[in-house]
């Protein structure tokens, strides 16, 4: 069985700071891994995701994560953030013999960036 | 280039009605996932389904809750005689093909109230 942990709930930062939002993964087989971001009241959007080849994945509105075999995780992170970033961020895995595309959540950080 | 597309946004209902939520998949895709997020938490897997066919429904309640993908129309997930725990936000998320490392593409969710 896949498991995502997600290690903060809550990541408040001030506006232009760097963030890191941290993601865990348990799996016993090979997987891949995603962002997805979700703003009020909408569905989740893909943020970056890891399939293959290069450990450090860049995605949509300078965000970056690097996938760390090791050490079973994928952090995302953003060398300055905008207020336009506040949002609840989910890290999700699949494969590994799970049927199609199906993903396995974490329960989510909320990013809440301050003037 | 329209994208998944859930309705209706809202719903209430009063406890013992019936709640059916529609979701038509991106324009190329057969294959339709359903999630559903409670308050304050992740986002949990339902049923996965591709046209007529369901391919795992690991995640659906064993009572009250049904889906379907029929060959023409739009995915229905029907709930049965609604309690207040069924409160939530129910996702569609759709993808073109059966591989695990085929990213999701979300609809915006049908926030469900029981009263």
């Known amino acids: 069985a896949q498991s995502v942990t997600q290690l903060d709930s809550q990541v408040p930062v001030f506006e232009e700071a760097p963030v890191e939002l941290r993601c865990n993964y348990s799996s016993s087989v090979s997987v891949y891994l995603f962002w997805y971001v979700q703003y009020p009241n909408q569905g989740l959007q893909l943020l970056l995701k890891?399939?293959?080849?290069?450990?450090l994945v860049k995605g949509i509105n300078g965000f970056e994560a690097e996938f760390n075999k090791s050490q079973t995780s994928f952090h995302l992170r953003k060398p300055s953030v905008h207020i336009s970033d506040t949002a609840e961020y989910f890290c999700a895995v699949s494969g590994g013999g799970t049927s199609g595309s199906r993903l396995t959540f974490g329960e989510g950080t909320q990013l809440t960036v301050n003037p | 280039n329209a994208g998944v597309m859930q309705n209706p946004r809202h719903l209430v209902r009063r406890r013992g009605q019936e709640a059916r939520l529609r979701c038509s998949p991106m324009?190329?895709?057969?294959?339709v996932y359903w999630y559903r997020q409670l308050p304050e938490e992740g986002l949990k897997f339902m049923v996965y389904?591709?046209?007529?066919?369901?391919?795992?429904e690991s995640g659906m309640p064993k009572e009250r809750f049904s889906a379907e993908f029929p060959k023409e129309g739009p995915s229905i997930l029907r709930i049965q005689q609604v309690v207040r725990g069924d409160s939530a936000a129910y996702f569609c998320?759709?993808?073109?093909?059966?591989?695990?490392?085929?990213?999701?593409?979300f609809g915006n969710g049908t926030r469900l109230t029981v009263t």
């Open positions: 890891y399939l293959s080849g290069s450990t």
């Open positions: 998320a759709s993808s073109p093909q059966r591989t695990d490392n085929s990213p999701l593409h």
């Open positions: 389904l591709q046209k007529e066919n369901i391919i795992d």
């Open positions: 324009k190329g895709h057969s294959h």
